[in-house]
């Protein structure tokens, strides 16, 4: 799973568990993009699986914090996301 999607300055990507594995991507996290002093991210939410399928753990009340259209990136980065994590959970072989 290797992958990047983005809307204006919200990005759905896939990433590593462990930031300095590489080639991994075990999971998907979504980030918004800033540029101050140069363009930096931060992460809002990640997808973590579980028996079930995924969930998503938004990263304490960022996206609460968001303007408008960055809100309504992170709705559609979460909703793209859920699509396409349970594409890919349901190709795996058990």
């Known amino acids: 799973m290797n992958f990047s999607i983005r809307k204006g300055n919200v990005e759905l990507r896939s990433c590593d568990t462990q930031l300095i ?5 075990d999971r998907a996290e979504i980030v918004v993009w800033k540029k101050r002093a140069g363009e ?3 992460t809002v ?3 973590c699986p579980d028996k079930e399928g995924f969930y998503l ?3 304490l009340d960022r996206p609460m914090k968001l303007d408008t259209n960055e809100y309504e ?3 559609l980065m979460m909703k793209v996301g859920f699509s396409l994590l349970y594409t890919f959970w349901d190709g795996e072989e058990e």
């Open 40 to 42: 930096y991210c931060y």
């Open 21 to 25: 594995s590489e080639n991994t991507h």
């Open 73 to 75: 990136g992170f709705l």
């Open 57 to 59: 753990k938004t990263v």
């Open 45 to 47: 939410a990640y997808f």
